[in-house]
């Protein structure tokens, strides 16, 4: 193979790789962003707890809120509204239940994990680039469900600012969370995010 044609076929390669994923149905771009080879899961264990980061494609929120009957345009609407955003569901276990469940005995430490996790995530949970530029967290939800989940789930929200996207990969980060973990770290690639699956609406 000539060198002119190596580099054709290296740049349909990469032409190929960058584009959007879609797919038919909910569950099927479900299994493919579990899958962590394809950059959309990160997990880690440090210390019994388990650690998941997973992004949320834009269209997974598009889906929740189309009604049955619905027209081009209410879709244009929400990817709109929800495309300003980048989301993400972080989820952390220890001995395959909710945090709270090993602290239901400690009434001190029980409380200030709730307070944690319900008020002070954005204090505790981190994005940023190499250069250390931090993206301020729109929101997160943290629902209680009381012991129902083998996880504590939170989503985290922050605004997708194109200044940042233009890095290789972002940072995020979790403080100890009182576990004796440290500070756990994941290298988000920007690429995924910049190109993520759609759903064929």
Do not use: W
């Not at 990469?14 to 080879?37: A, L, P, R």
């Not at 997973?54 to 598009?62: A, E, M, S």
């Not at 602290?103 to 981190?126: C, P, Y």
């Not at 985290?156 to 576990?179: A, C, H, M, S």
């Amino acid at each position: 193979m000539t060198k002119r044609n190596s580099f054709i076929l290296l740049l349909l390669i990469t032409i190929i790789s960058s584009c959007s994923k879609s797919f038919d149905t909910q569950e099927e771009m479900t299994v493919y962003i579990t899958d962590e080879d394809n950059g959309y899961q990160y997990k880690k264990t440090v210390n019994g707890v388990d650690y998941t980061l997973q992004y949320r494609p834009t269209d997974l929120l598009v889906q929740q809120e189309l009604p049955e009957k619905h027209t081009p345009k209410q879709i244009e609407d929400l990817r709109k509204q929800y495309g300003k955003y980048l989301y993400f569901n972080l989820s952390m276990s220890k001995n395959d239940q909710e945090l709270l469940n090993g602290l239901a005995r400690d009434k001190q430490r029980f409380g200030q994990m709730v307070n944690q996790l319900a008020f002070e995530m954005d204090q505790k949970v981190h994005l940023y680039t190499p250069e250390k530029d931090t993206l301020t967290m729109a929101d997160f939800i943290y629902p209680r469900m009381y012991g129902m989940t083998d996880a504590t789930t939170i989503m985290i929200v922050y605004p997708r600012d194109k200044k940042y996207l233009n890095n290789d990969y972002l940072n995020f980060t979790i403080e100890d969370l009182g576990f004796d973990t440290g500070e756990i770290k994941f290298k988000v690639e920007t690429n995924k995010l910049q190109n993520e699956p759609q759903l064929r609406f």
